[in-house]
């Protein structure tokens, strides 16, 4: 019984440009900086951070979903995979959010002033 070699390039290339594409995307979106992401908050942070942080997210499962080929495993192993790690970037996010603002207000509201 032999087993035939299925090339990969179609689906490397795939992975490339929709990586490239979000990439790009997110390079654009900071270099241009909109008025309409940059100056409108949703809890203490402006639009324009999370969709940043979302795009990041998604090309972070992309990347494990590809070159990590959980496409192909059990549910329980993806489950055992992502849950533990969607539970952990939720909880930095509000770790982030929560001590960010702390030092935002701290600096605004006292006499401290901005040294850096």
Not at 40 to 50: E, G, R, S
Not at 91 to 101: A, P, S
Request: proline content about 2%.
């Amino acid at each position: 019984m032999s087993h035939e070699h299925v090339s990969n390039t179609k689906r490397i290339w795939t992975v490339f440009g929709l990586l490239s594409l979000i990439t790009t995307v997110e390079v654009a979106f900071g270099i241009i900086r909109p008025d309409a992401l940059y100056m409108h908050n949703f809890l203490t942070m402006n639009l324009l951070n999370w969709l940043f942080i979302i795009l990041t997210l998604v090309k972070a499962y992309y990347i494990v979903w590809a070159f990590m080929h959980m496409e192909g495993e059990k549910n329980s192993l993806k489950n055992a995979v992502v849950w533990p790690l969607i539970f952990l970037v939720c909880y930095l996010l509000f770790i982030l959010l929560t001590e960010g603002d702390y030092v935002f207000e701290v600096f605004k509201n006292s006499t401290i002033k901005w040294n850096f």
